[in-house]
């Protein structure tokens, strides 16, 4: 088991930056695919960016040289730093780990099963 809570939401203006966090707990073995996916009202679940143990990462093409995912050396905190924000980034963030198959974030945008948080809203206005 694997227990996800996410941090850092809010409410900003287009062009600022945001930092989530996503706090793990409850699995002891950290060799496996962490991430952020988003999802908006209406809109398709889109992986954001997942990162491997051995610190590879992916990124969606919609927040490549924005967006940077990183983690700490215990894997317990997961990081997004987020910069330069635009509306169409405003959306329920949720962390996410242990879905099956590679560390990409487009197997994340599909994946159906694997851990996630309550996720924390991210909403840009221009």
């Known amino acids: 088991q694997v227990q996800l809570v996410e941090s850092g939401g809010g409410s900003v203006q287009s062009g600022d930056s945001l930092r989530l966090s996503c706090a793990s707990s409850?699995?002891?073995?950290?060799?496996?695919?962490m991430g952020w996916f988003r999802q908006a009202p209406g809109k398709e679940r889109e992986g954001v960016a997942a990162?491997?143990?051995?610190?590879?990462?992916s990124y969606a093409d919609s927040v490549k040289g924005r967006f940077t995912i990183s983690q700490t050396d215990t894997r317990k905190t997961l990081y997004l730093q987020m910069n330069n924000l635009k509306p169409d980034d405003t959306a329920m963030y949720y962390c996410?780990?242990?879905?099956?198959?590679?560390?990409?974030?487009?197997?994340?945008?599909?994946?159906?099963?694997?851990?996630w948080g309550q996720g924390t809203q991210v909403t840009v206005s221009s």
């Open positions: 996410a780990a242990r879905w099956p198959g590679p560390c990409t974030v487009g197997v994340l945008t599909t994946a159906r099963s694997g851990y």
């Open positions: 409850g699995d002891p073995y950290s060799s496996y695919c």
């Open positions: 990162i491997a143990s051995d610190g590879r990462a």
